[in-house]
């Protein structure tokens, strides 16, 4: 074996290691079927066809001066069965939050379509990561008609905003609980809970109150 990377000694070391156990066998086994991808072929498993890159998006987004230009992310429940679908305004911070079975494209797709039709007019842009449950970002984009945009790989942080109101969102829901515990009911109150919390970023002022200041009554009557 040529030894060209500290991997290559690793793996060596590794296999004298279970030869002098008398596991050489089980490794020839264990690695003799498995295929090979050839070096510099994209890896293609599991990417969302026709995506977006959030470096495509507008560049008003990035300076949050207007309403409808959205994050979205899903808070997995116990054993990944159940999710909770989780949208957030950029500008007003302002919070839908729907409790969904699965995790499956469908349910997601369908949620979001329902969170947020009362107020599609209104809507401009959709970020997510790229996570499988958005597999039919196309479709909820088309109903909605908005622009659907995905943040690049391992990089939460482009989504600041949801992610941070998840954050807030966890000391309701803890991480890893049955979803199935709390009624729509529940997920309600603390929808309405966060959207009534003053933050700093918007001068102590909640997410509500932003968007009835700047946008009146009848937008509110929507939501």
Known sequence: M?????KDAIALILRESLMKCGLASFLNLRFRNQRKRK????????????????HDRPTEVEQRTRFGDLEIDTIVGKHHKQSLVSIV??????LWLKKCQT???????????????PIKDQLRTITADNGKEFSLHEHTAQALEIDWYFADPYSAWQRGTNENTN????QYIKKGSDLNMYTDAYIAEITQLLNHRPRKRLGFKSPSQVL???????????I
């Open 167 to 170: 954050g807030l969102i966890r």
């Open 2 to 6: 040529l030894i060209n990377s500290p």
């Open 103 to 117: 995790r499956k494209a469908e349910e997601i797709s369908q949620a979001t379509i329902t969170l947020l039709k």
């Open 89 to 94: 305004d950029r500008k007003t911070g302002y």
């Open 39 to 54: 070096y510099g072929s994209p890896e293609t498993r599991g990417q969302l066809s026709n995506r977006k890159s959030i």
């Open 212 to 222: 009835w200041q700047q946008y009146g009554v009848a937008l509110q009557m929507l």
